[in-house]
């Protein structure tokens, strides 16, 4: 059965990183709103509207999972607010709905997002402040949003 694989955590909680390890193992595809954030900065285009970037996410995630792809979503997905779009990306869809929730200290995302030192989006230093905002405000996957909902503390 095709899946939708949706990950949930801070940043440097170890998503991407389990993205591209998993990927192949669940024969996915990964939309990465850090790699839509990249598109959208080299066509000049604002890569801090959440708007277009989950926008354009939406439209790749559901694209794949049309052509019967399961997909692996890469983004911090850290409120439930901001998960109400994959309603849309998997209606009148056949997908098994999986929350990966990361369950991973805060002092471990702070130590991994310090040895960041890139600029390009996802490899980017963040501060610590936007670091800990999210994880104080993240709201961990429910049974009501998805069919399954893993936690993984990679």
Not at 4 to 20: F, I
Not at 51 to 71: C, M, P, Q
Not at 105 to 130: H, K, T, Y
Request: a negative charge.
């Amino acid at each position: 059965m095709t899946a939708l694989y949706v990950l949930c955590g801070p940043p440097g909680a170890g998503k991407s990183t389990w993205a591209r390890e998993n990927a192949g193992r669940l024969q996915a595809v990964v939309v990465c709103s850090d790699d839509v954030r990249r598109d959208l900065e080299a066509k000049g285009r604002d890569p801090w509207d959440g708007d277009s970037v989950f926008a354009e996410v939406e439209l790749r995630a559901r694209g794949l999972l049309e052509a019967e792809r399961s997909v692996v979503l890469d983004a911090t997905h850290y409120r439930r607010r901001y998960r109400t779009y994959i309603q849309d990306v998997v209606s009148g869809i056949d997908v098994q709905r999986v929350g990966v929730w990361f369950v991973v200290p805060l002092d471990v995302c702070l130590q991994r997002n310090a040895g960041r030192d890139s600029l390009a989006f996802g490899d980017r230093r963040m501060s610590d402040e936007f670091v800990r905002s999210l994880a104080e405000a993240f709201e961990p996957p429910g049974h009501d949003e998805f069919d399954e909902v893993v936690a993984v503390n990679p």
